[in-house]
């Protein structure tokens, strides 16, 4: 508080706000900006008896604050994580920065495939995005329905490693997009506690002619959900004659959601229709993050 | 196109570009995705006659493409490069990417600060925020108005540096934010073609009482700015109540370019009431992008 002294009182509060921004914004404070230095990961190998193979995960942990040895962070898991993995760190990163700080500083574990359509995938089906069954000797599609396997393993085995090794606190988000979406969803039907709150970026409810949007209905209760949030999006995705809706489909999720008013789940869905399937999640991860830290105190240093 | 063979004809053209992002995006192509690499930049230290100190500098340039070995890379010049290099060459990589590909790939140099007053304000001037002298002793704004020196040095120096040691399309980007935003505008305004495309973020036009927005009245005219492109933006800054007044003056500045009509300059204004001024690089950069970018062809691989 001490750059607040010389202020007249008459200025209003966000006048006050503005001047602490533009302080350090514009370079007039002695504080200089932190040097830039490429997000660094560890990048461990993880054995999964659950998965039955050994499992590549990247770690990001802020760099250890030496006034607060003690400090320990929340945690981000995301799927898909050699796509999106260093993108979210760069957020967490910069956003919690001393002079943006609108969230905490934070872990982010990213999880890349191995094989994603078994682990993002909580049933077995054949059907594919135009709703035909795929009958090719070659589908991947056969090797699908392993999701509840693949929870089990974050649940027991990746969850635990990372609290044992890293400074960690109990808030966990989890993340997905696409087949990661219908993941992170299938968590939070079937193992609600497993995170504080979940992020579902075009998830693809087309999945198994519409499995975990039927799922949806059935376990989205209000005894079972409390004190989670859960953020969800969708594109420009269209759609197929009798497979993939996104749009539509996301709008059912939604209103299953709000007609419920289930008390203890937080949510927000945002519709991208300037988007594609792809460039979608560079702005989806950002408005979770914000969302979900939406009463994150913003200090002035 | 090979992938394009097995598709009835029937199916709508979106429907076609939904069918490959998601066979790229479920994982069913055989394609996989690019594992996790953090950005990697060369950081050098360049000796700068006109400035008469060495100046670090960050550059980020495309792996190698070993089938194309001449390809060459438009290039993106970012001030505050401590503070937002890393962001925007995880952008450039991201979306350049064969399975999102809304622009194409390159070169990315950051700029970091040794004296930010000194270097990003156009004139000379110790009117602060408010529109108050600031006659301290120790007033960083002492150093302020060599703007136009430090454009001399991008110019005569640092581009060419990069031009003689990088693979380097003609096509250059200048972005910058707050007083960054002044410093490429006063560019665009003085020497319109040093670069193509300017990215203004939450321009300070406050500074020297409005220097760079009667700079615009005088110097945007037809005959001077032939092909080029500028994205502008703003937040939730507020104002003061003498001296800055971020939304109000980049209105003002749009209107000089709109109702002047000003055919060689496509623009894009965004205003962003959700964000501040320090959350604000994160949409804009990115949405600047996809504006500098709008026509690039999309390829279905």
Chains 1, 2 share one sequence.
Not at 67 to 88: A, E, Q
Request: with cysteine.
């Amino acid at each position: 508080m001490i750059y607040r002294s010389g202020l007249k009182r008459h200025f209003r509060y966000n006048i006050v706000c503005v001047f602490f921004v533009l302080l350090i914004s514009t370079g007039l404070m002695a504080q200089s900006d932190p040097p830039f230095k490429p997000i660094s990961a560890d990048i461990i190998r993880l054995p999964s008896k659950i998965l039955g193979e050994d499992r590549k995960i990247y770690i990001y942990a802020p760099p250890a604050d030496t006034s607060m040895p003690g400090k320990r962070y929340p945690v981000l898991y995301v799927l898909d994580g050699d796509n999106h993995f260093s993108m979210i760190a760069e957020y967490c990163r910069y956003l919690s920065r001393s002079d943006v700080k609108v969230m905490p500083e934070m872990i982010v574990v990213g999880i890349p495939n191995t094989n994603r359509v078994r682990d993002l995938t909580p049933s077995h089906s054949l059907f594919d995005f135009y709703g035909k069954p795929d009958t090719s000797a070659n589908s991947r599609l056969k090797a699908s329905g392993g999701g509840n396997n693949f929870l089990k393993f974050i649940g027991s085995e990746l969850i635990s490693y990372v609290d044992q090794h890293y400074k960690t606190q109990a808030f966990k988000i989890f993340a997905g997009h696409s087949f990661g979406g219908i993941t992170t969803i299938n968590c939070l039907l079937t193992q609600p506690d497993m995170f504080d709150a979940y992020i579902a970026i075009s998830p693809s409810f087309w999945w198994d002619r519409g499995y975990v949007l039927n799922l949806a209905d059935k376990k989205l209760t209000s005894d079972r959900i409390i004190n989670k949030m859960i953020f969800y999006s969708d594109a420009d995705e269209g759609s197929s004659e009798d497979g993939a809706a996104f749009h539509t489909d996301l709008l059912k999720f939604y209103t299953i959601i709000n007609q419920r008013k289930i008390a203890g789940l937080a949510h927000k869905y945002v519709h991208y229709p300037e988007e594609t399937h792809m460039t979608e999640p560079i702005k989806a991860y950002y408005d979770a993050l914000r969302f979900i830290f939406n009463s994150y105190p913003k200090k002035e240093q």
